[in-house]
């Protein structure tokens, strides 16, 4: 979904009127947008990023309100097996999802499974769930209600050590799922995307937009992010991307756990 400044707002009123006739106007407290779209980042490929903020915590309503947001997204139907599983990592990893549904207490308490619709167990095992939320609060921006965004996470290197893991398993599988799809790349470009993003996080504490991703790096891995970044405006199965991200990756973590990221003005 392209998505410019007018869009963006057909889009939230399109939500409030979706949401207004299906669970009604005074459950909605606020808005959120974030992501690439606020940065100036955003690319043919991108998706714009929301969450929705509901006044009330009964898990039937935000399923209600979750089910009338998924049909906004313009989803083609998953044609093999492998698509069929590569729709279920994305319902368990929030990966190319564009809408999100929670409860002010969900927000508040920084619940970032329920936030973001997510498996416990995998965020307990493999999400850095701390550097995402934080990234995410960083870079959020309330554009209709008026509530009050939760203070960042407090992080650890544990964060960091499960955000290599995560990606280093996401660019595995792009490599074993290319010969059969011709969309493997983008989980490259997503694991290439959220190494440096974290990485730049866990170091500074501060939300890397996408387009300067290439600065805060330099040497080979500056030029893997480049190509990274070229790939958004101009997708294909690049097999040069495919095979080098699980080294990017491995490389752009040990650079952040030794302060060797460089900060971008």
Not at 106 to 116: A, E, N, R, T, Y
Not at 174 to 189: D, G, R, T, V
Not at 194 to 209: E, G, H, I, N, Q
Not at 221 to 245: C, F, M, Q
Request: glycine share 4%; proline share 6%; net charge positive.
């Amino acid at each position: 979904m392209q998505v410019n400044h007018a869009t963006c707002n057909e889009i939230i009123e399109t939500i409030i009127k979706f949401l207004s006739k299906t669970v009604g106007a005074d459950k909605i407290s606020s808005v959120i947008l974030f992501g690439s779209f606020l940065d100036g980042s955003a690319s043919p490929m991108s998706d714009i990023d929301v969450l929705v903020v509901l006044r009330s915590s009964d898990k039937r309503i935000i399923r209600k309100a979750a089910a009338v947001l998924r049909s906004l997204e313009n989803r083609k139907p998953p044609s093999s097996l492998i698509e069929m599983v590569l729709e279920g990592v994305k319902a368990k990893t929030g990966m190319f999802k564009s809408f999100f549904v929670c409860s002010e207490d969900d927000l508040k308490s920084g619940d970032f499974p329920s936030i973001f619709s997510l498996s416990r167990a995998m965020c307990l095992l493999l999400a850095p769930s701390k550097l995402v939320l934080g990234s995410v609060i960083d870079g959020a921006k309330v554009v209709y209600g008026c509530i009050q965004l939760p203070p960042p996470p407090k992080l650890s290197s544990a964060q960091i050590l499960k955000s290599l893991v995560m990606n280093l398993i996401l660019s595995m599988a792009a490599i074993i799922i290319a010969p059969f799809i011709k969309e493997a790349a983008k989980y490259s470009m997503e694991a290439g995307k959220w190494s440096v993003m974290a990485s730049y996080y866990y170091t500074f504490r501060k939300r890397l937009p996408v387009e300067k991703i290439p600065q805060s790096l330099s040497g080979w891995t500056r030029v893997h992010a480049a190509k990274l970044i070229s790939l958004r405006r101009n997708y294909w199965n690049d097999p040069y991307i495919l095979i080098l991200t699980p080294f990017f990756t491995l490389t752009t973590h040990l650079l952040a756990l030794r302060g060797a990221i460089r900060l971008v003005p």
